[in-house]
């Protein structure tokens, strides 16, 4: 049966990207292109981040690890239940540290402490921009390319399970839900597999897909205030 709350897919048409198979060529010259000083804006329907709130937002990174395979894949984490936010489904990535030279070093280092995958296994693409969530949080998500034999381990103390998803899965606008939260508000669910991802991720993993298909921040959200 159909969750009363949740909005047709069909109607969000803010999903615009395009579901064709990408080769490793087309990947690589798509995300190259994104700027660490680009922000990008949030796609649930919802306020906008305060200015505020921007202003004293904590510095963080996450690592987009893309799996240099026969069918493109990337890597997700389920956060240990000995951590903040435990079972939640996310990019490797973490909080700035005082010794990392830059967002793209953090992104490095907490990929190597979560999942033990060295920085010399990895070829940096690009960063796809700033994302600010109202929890006070700076994300800049930084996208590696993982070289074809890479191997990781979950540290268990961070990791309780690492997801390898298919790139076409992402790429699937009917794994994408969208969710009324009241308010006027909905936000936008990925499901696949045993997999429910929501928050800052999904908002990421739908700006990944729009970068791939050369889209640059689509999302207006007053165009959708009537909806819910």
């Not at 987009?64 to 489904?89: C, H, M, N, W, Y």
């Not at 700076?138 to 979950?154: K, Q, T």
């Not at 993993?205 to 689509?218: F, W």
Request: with cysteine; hydrophobic share 40%; charged share 20%.
């Amino acid at each position: 049966m159909r969750n009363p709350d949740e909005v047709d897919v069909a109607a969000a048409q803010r999903l615009s990207w395009s579901e064709r198979a990408l080769t490793r060529a087309e990947i690589l010259h798509a995300l190259g292109k994104g700027q660490s000083g680009n922000e990008l804006v949030n796609p649930h329907f919802e306020s906008a981040v305060p200015s505020d709130v921007k202003a004293r937002a904590g510095r963080s990174s996450v690592a987009i690890v893309i799996l240099d395979e026969a069918e493109p894949a990337i890597v997700l984490t389920k956060r240990s239940a000995k951590i903040r936010f435990g079972g939640q489904f996310c990019f490797p990535g973490g909080r700035e540290a005082p010794e990392d030279d830059g967002l793209k070093q953090t992104a490095l280092r907490e990929t190597f402490e979560e999942i033990n995958v060295l920085p010399s296994a990895l070829t940096y693409i690009g960063c796809l921009g700033t994302y600010f969530t109202h929890a006070g949080y700076l994300i800049e998500p930084n996208v590696f390319i993982a070289d074809a034999d890479v191997s990781y381990r979950p540290d268990p103390d961070e990791v309780a399970e690492i997801v390898v998803v298919p790139l076409s899965a992402l790429q699937n606008k009917t794994n994408y839900h969208l969710v009324k939260r009241g308010g006027g508000r909905a936000n936008f669910n990925f499901r696949w597999s045993h997999l429910q991802v929501g928050g800052p991720t999904v908002s990421l993993m739908i700006h990944l897909m729009h970068s791939l298909s050369g889209v640059s921040n689509p999302h207006d959200r007053n165009s959708w205030r009537d909806k819910f």
